[in-house]
């Protein structure tokens, strides 16, 4: 039995890494724009499927995945001047319909650029698992959760000691403050779309390995992603973190011990509980007047 707890619930973190990579990158354009992106799951997909196409042009894996993370932020930085830019003024609703729309639309290029069949990314170091305290662990999910610690480190790091970091942080506190003391709001929420979708790609790129990857894989996962930022609190960076990890485990101990068949489920199912019972969500969503 304590074996079949610690595979559980290895298996339980490094998905709910993957999550938490997923609600960082809804957190922080919820704190820019005060919208929710929708298509921060595509960006987990483009992240996949640009490494795969790197690789496969002959590209080592060290080159491909850095490269596959900054055209996924290319792309987020376009969404943002495209789609998001001209619709400024727009209140919170119309912006969320129009990143849906953008989740169809590079749902569909994507369909078109690459295929709809499942593509296979090389393990960073091997497919030979791991014996670790009785559970069976891919080197590959070692990957994903030191690289997921990396990430949110990193970011520790820029919005706590840069000064463009700094000045994200005070436009999700209050934009018009920002703006008077000289703040480019429009910079910060540009920014924001980008770094979000490089957190979206290197959730991609570290789990297409594992899962594989397809036109398609950004779907499940920014749902789930989504689900964990609205657990742990919108717009709280360590309620992302904190959402993605339990979220991770409570579906590998309900897969393990209950079964598979209703691990989909339980995300929505958590959705629905914290809108009714915890709208705040554990650590408190971010909540700011926007004018």
Known sequence: MNGAWLQFIASGLTVGAIYALVAL??????????????????????GGMSAVT????????????????????????????LAIEPARRADTVTLIIITIGASLLLRGMAQVLWDKRVHPLPAFSGDKPLQLLGATVLPQSLWVLAGAALAVAGLSWFFGRTLFGKAMRATAFNPLAARLMGINTRQVLLASFGLAAMLGALAGVLVAPITFTSYDTGVMLGLKGFAAAMLGGLGSFPGAVLGGLLLGLVEGLGAGFVSSAYKDAIAFVIILAVLFFMPGGLLGARRSDRV
């Not at 990158?25 to 483009?46: D, K, L, P, R």
């Not at 080592?60 to 850095?66: E, G, M, R, S």
């Not at 932020?73 to 001047?81: A, Q, S």
Request: charged share 5%; glycine share 16%; net charge negative.
């Open 25 to 46: 990158g809804f957190s922080i354009i919820y704190n820019a724009s005060g919208a929710i992106n929708f298509a921060q799951g595509e960006f987990v997909m483009i």
């Open 54 to 81: 790197f690789v496969g042009a002959g590209l080592p894996l060290w080159a491909a995945v850095p490269l596959a993370v900054l055209a996924a932020g290319g792309v987020g930085l376009l969404l943002e001047k």
